[in-house]
């Protein structure tokens, strides 16, 4: 079978998961489809985003490449309206404008791996330079500034992952790589006074969940207790105390691994993960296998962003990574996630139709 073939059936088969589970957790699919449902309205989201997928596969990505000043521009001006003009939540974050439906952070995830795909393939003479590093380095801490003060820790984390591995898909040496984490090491404690009070009281809940069970580690435990009560088999497809009764907040977005856990059991958590595990790895593949070096920085910088993001998403579900916000990808409910996951795959099949993938 065709690389491309396969890639296809994954990427099919964890939308389809996604769609599952978020009509398994959702609290008003009892509206029906067209009441309004989250269900109803992520089957919408999935329809447009394959849409968008096959548009997007059919544009040779070389040219997303030469927009990368346009890109980046648009990245910057994006994230400053948000801050401006956006709309917020209960927390008081600004994260998204005309009326909560588009996510600028979201989209600008999968742009700024298009502009740093784009500023390094230019830049070979200069690969493990400290000019290089610096200047790639100014470039991306303004949007990780503004997606930091939305507030958004999680997605300006998601941005220093794709430099960070842009740094390593050209070639840095380990001592680079360390004096780098040595900088960050002092850095993020110096940005604990900027945090909200609820960032603050997440990444403290992370240490001891059970010292405020009912208050700051109320979502790390209420997520252990489904996935632990699923067991091996799960409790049954719509069933399930945390997860059905609505002790697990929200267990259609940031929680949906920890809600289909709990019905599935650890053979469905074993499904998601085997999923997600085969698209990195196709991904990856596909990126060895491009036919230049922009398409193997491009393929490369899109399989390290869904290993973060998954890992990160999994890992806080089951109380061993700090809560952040990082939607689990193509699952978790929500139209800009699942939107601009599907035009960085399109992109990917782009480059996979380009290089030839076989196997």
Not at 37 to 43: A, K, L
Not at 199 to 217: A, C, E, I, M, V
Not at 309 to 328: D, E
Request: hydrophobic share 55%; net charge positive.
């Amino acid at each position: 079978m065709k690389l491309v073939k396969l890639f296809l059936l994954i990427l099919l088969s964890l939308c389809s998961v996604g769609i599952m589970a978020v009509y398994s957790s959702d609290p008003l699919r009892s509206s029906g489809f067209l009441g309004g449902s989250f269900f109803g309205r992520q089957v919408i989201w999935c329809l447009l985003s394959w849409l968008v997928f096959f548009l997007v596969s059919r544009i040779d990505y070389h040219w997303f490449l030469k927009l990368e000043w346009i890109i980046y521009f648009f990245i910057i001006v994006s994230l400053a309206g948000v801050l401006v003009f956006g709309n917020g939540d209960e927390t008081g974050a600004k994260r998204w404008i005309l009326s909560r439906s588009v996510q600028p952070s979201e989209f600008s995830k999968v742009a700024f791996a298009i502009f740093l795909s784009a500023l390094f393939s230019r830049s070979i003479d200069a690969y493990g330079s400290w000019k290089l590093m610096i200047q790639s380095f100014f470039f991306t801490i303004l949007p990780v500034f503004l997606i930091f003060v939305e507030p958004d820790l999680g997605t300006s984390l998601v941005i220093l992952i794709l430099w960070f591995a842009a740094l390593y898909c050209s070639g840095f040496h380990w001592k680079k790589f360390l004096a780098v984490f040595a900088f960050f090491g002092v850095f993020f404690p110096l940005s604990w006074p900027f945090l909200k009070d609820y960032q603050k009281n997440r990444l403290l809940s992370f240490l001891s969940p059970q010292s405020d069970p009912l208050g700051t580690g109320y979502n790390v435990l209420q997520s252990q207790i489904a996935i632990g009560g699923g067991g091996i088999l799960g409790k049954g497809w719509l069933l399930g105390t945390q997860s059905q009764l609505r002790f697990l907040p929200a267990r259609y977005t940031d929680f949906i691994f920890a809600a289909w856990c709990e019905q599935l059991g650890f053979v469905g958590g074993i499904l998601m993960v085997t999923l997600f595990l085969f698209l990195i790895w196709v991904i990856l593949r596909i990126g060895r296998e491009a036919p230049d070096l922009e398409g193997k920085i491009l393929a490369s910088l899109f399989g390290i962003m869904f290993i973060f993001q998954t890992t990160i998403n999994i890992g806080m579900n089951m109380g061993v990574m700090p809560v952040t916000g990082i939607p689990l990808p193509f699952v978790s409910y929500g139209g800009s996630s699942l939107l601009i996951n599907m035009v960085a795959m399109g992109i990917v099949w782009n480059i996979a139709k380009a290089g030839g993938s076989e196997q």
